[in-house]
């Protein structure tokens, strides 16, 4: 079955860095878009980052361009977000998801940004 399992979250100062990993399985990994989406309480999720199949197109949130940098191991079925310049406002659970005829969820990471 179709499996996407966050890791890498945790507690970090302003300014620090955190790399989030998700590892696929359950399909053809290397097939599909994937995304980085970010939600706190009561807000709705929003969209952080998304990369093509091939790893050659990225697309970017405002907010995170020029920090966060979103990439791909089709070798591994693994995706990555390196998260530099960590702010407050990043503070958030990260989840990555893929269309596969609905969106499938991980179960999220949480990322804790302290000022």
Do not use: H
């Not at 980052?49 to 790893?55: E, L």
């Not at 079925?77 to 499938?104: H, I």
């Amino acid at each position: 079955q179709v499996q996407l399992v966050e890791s890498g979250g945790g507690l970090v100062q302003t300014g620090g860095s955190l790399r989030l990993s998700c590892a696929a399985s359950g399909f053809t990994f290397s097939s599909y878009t994937m995304s980085w989406y970010r939600q706190t309480p009561g807000k709705e999720r929003e969209l952080v980052a998304t990369i093509y199949s091939t790893g050659g197109t990225t697309n970017y949130a405002d907010s995170v361009k020029g920090r966060f940098t979103i990439s791909r191991d089709n070798a591994k079925n693994t995706l990555y977000l390196q998260m530099n310049s960590l702010k407050p406002e990043d503070t958030a659970v990260y989840y990555c998801t893929t269309f596969l005829g609905l969106w499938r969820w991980g179960q999220g990471t949480q990322v804790t940004v302290s000022s």
